[in-house]
Nanobody, 124 residues
Framework: QVQLVESGGGLVQAGGSLRLSCAAS????????MGWFRQAPGKEREFVAA????????WYVDSVKGRFTISRENARNTVYLQMNSLKPEDTAVYYC?????????????????WGQGTQVTVSS
């Protein structure tokens, strides 16, 4: 089992920044590829960003490219999502997910463990 705990969410004005963190514990040898997803009220959960085990590859949904950056510190079993130039449409619960696959990509079914989520609210 892998436990994932997200932190760093909150309320921010449009144009502001937040950095989300996701700390993995437990059987972290099974937490290879890591990803961030989000779910806005009344909407399906969607892919935001993912990073490979080595950190050499990353993927983003088009709507956040150039604004969000995913990174990881394997020594700390932590993955980050730096979010800049936030927009009201970025408001959602953000979930961290881990995969036993080295490069799981965008598909939710490729991920094995999920965190409880952290709320991000962007005011206009």
């Amino acid at each position: 089992q892998v436990q994932l705990v997200e932190s760093g969410g909150g309320l921010v004005q449009a144009g502001g920044s937040l950095r989300l963190s996701c700390a993995a514990s437990g059987r972290t040898s099974s937490a290879y590829g890591m990803g961030w997803f989000r779910q806005a009220p009344g909407k399906e959960r969607e892919f935001v960003a993912a990073i490979s085990r080595s950190g050499s590859s990353s993927w983003y949904v088009d709507s956040v490219k150039g604004r969000f950056t995913i990174s990881r510190e394997n020594a700390r079993n932590t993955v980050y999502l730096q979010m800049n130039s936030l927009k009201p449409e970025d408001t959602a619960v953000y979930y961290c997910a881990s995969s036993i696959r080295v490069a799981p990509g965008r598909a939710q079914e490729m991920y094995d463990y999920w965190g409880q989520g952290t709320q991000v609210t962007v005011s206009s």
